[in-house]
């Protein structure tokens, strides 16, 4: 069965640093992959996806995730974190046609 | 920018009640979705919904949980009897057709007492 995998429930970094949220994810397909942003009383949003094209895949404010079949990951990161990335995020994959399987997400805490 | 807005942000509700949560999709959106996420747990997948029928429903969708879609705006999950173990955060979500990107709303924080 497909699932996914995110290694820390909790992250904390200081402002200027870089950030890595982990995932893994298992599947016995090439899997459809996604980040999402949950701001405190917001909605799940997109930061990026992978669909099998580039296995570097830029999203929005910064952020990237590789997609390493060998390692079955798809690790987030951004080279320099500010105060606003402060979320929580969640990996995912798609499931069938429409449905998202998640992880447990990270609450990413930065530092001033 | 065009959201999904969902209502109430928390409902308190004693066991064996009846809830409604309420979700607005984005207006040209044509499937929908609930998810829930019990405090600590993974996001969960309940059911998806097009064309005023359910696509698919995970086993958790029970005879306890419905779906409507009352007009052309709302989208609501209907809990009944709530026990306990329904204490969640549940989550509305819509896209468009043909596409795997889903727009999710801020989510109903549902505590059953």
């Known amino acids: 069965a497909q699932s996914v995998t995110q290694l820390d429930s909790h992250v904390s970094v200081s402002e200027g640093t870089p950030v890595l949220l982990r995932c893994n994810y298992s599947?016995?397909?090439?899997?459809?992959l996604f980040w999402y942003v949950q701001h405190p009383n917001k909605g799940l949003q997109l930061l990026l996806k992978?669909?099998?094209?580039?296995?570097l895949v830029k999203g929005i404010n910064g952020f990237e995730a590789e997609f390493k079949k060998s390692e079955t990951s798809f690790h987030l990161t951004k080279p320099s974190a500010h105060m606003s990335d402060a979320a929580e995020y969640f990996c995912g994959s798609l499931s069938g046609t429409y449905k998202y399987i998640f992880g447990t997400g990270t609450r990413l805490k930065v530092l001033a | 920018e065009p959201e999904v807005t969902q209502t109430p942000s928390h409902q308190v509700t004693q066991m064996g009640q009846e809830v409604i949560l309420r979700c607005v999709p984005i207006?040209?959106?044509?499937?929908f979705y609930w998810y829930r996420q019990i405090l600590g747990q993974k996001v969960e997948f309940l059911v998806s919904f097009y064309n005023n029928e359910i696509s698919e429903k995970s086993e958790i969708f029970d005879d306890q949980f419905s779906v409507e879609r009352p007009d052309g705006s709302n989208f609501t999950l209907k809990i009944r009897s709530t026990k306990l173990e329904d204490s969640a955060m549940y989550f509305c979500?819509?896209?468009?057709?043909?596409?795997?990107?889903?727009?999710f709303g801020p989510g109903t924080r549902l505590t059953v007492t």
């Open positions: 207006s040209n959106h044509l499937y």
């Open positions: 979500a819509s896209s468009e057709p043909f596409t795997t990107e889903q727009y």
């Open positions: 599947s016995s397909y090439s899997p459809s």
């Open positions: 992978y669909t099998s094209a580039a296995t």
